[in-house]
């Protein structure tokens, strides 16, 4: 009897972490901008900087991510193709940056940089600027949620 139920107890506990699994072994960012906005980019390198508003129950506030790619002009390539080119909102980015408390050395250099966006059907609020630095290796991610 008591190995039914220590063996029904340990069944919710695997799923749990399955699930936990699942998710902190995704690729990178990217997949979260995927499920925001539709786009599909290609994986990056690595993270090299990160901050947002805060947890949220509904997932809205201010996100900003500094991913690293290869020069390989995958990156550029995809965005292209992908994204919508836009000019640039330096006012705009700078207040998120800012409300962010992002420092100096973490923003991107704007005159090095394209720019392109996404368009969200769930909220028109919702804003996403994609920065890209012209050597395709830096793309700075700048996300507004409501």
């Keep these: 009897m008591w190995k039914l139920i220590g063996g ?15 998710f902190l072994s ?11 906005w539709e786009l599909d980019l290609p994986a990056s390198q690595d993270c090299l900087y990160e901050t947002d508003s805060g947890a949220s129950f509904g997932g ?3 996100r900003y991510h500094v991913l690293e790619y290869s020069s390989d002009g995958q990156l550029r390539e995809t965005l292209e193709q992908e994204a919508t080119p836009i000019s640039p909102a330096e006012e705009a980015v700078t207040a998120i940056l ?7 050395d973490q923003r991107p250099d704007y005159a090095d940089c394209r720019w392109f966006t996404a368009f969200r059907s769930e909220d028109a609020r919702d804003e996403l600027y994609l920065l890209a630095n012209s050597g395709g290796t830096r793309l700075y991610v700048i996300e507004s949620l409501f």
Excluded: F, Q
């Design 8 to 22: 029904l107890l340990a069944l919710p506990v695997l799923l749990v972490l399955s699930v936990l699994m699942i």
């Design 26 to 36: 995704s690729e990178d960012y990217t997949r979260i901008i995927r499920l925001n």
């Design 60 to 62: 809205d506030g201010e």
């Design 98 to 104: 800012d409300g962010l408390s992002v420092p100096a």
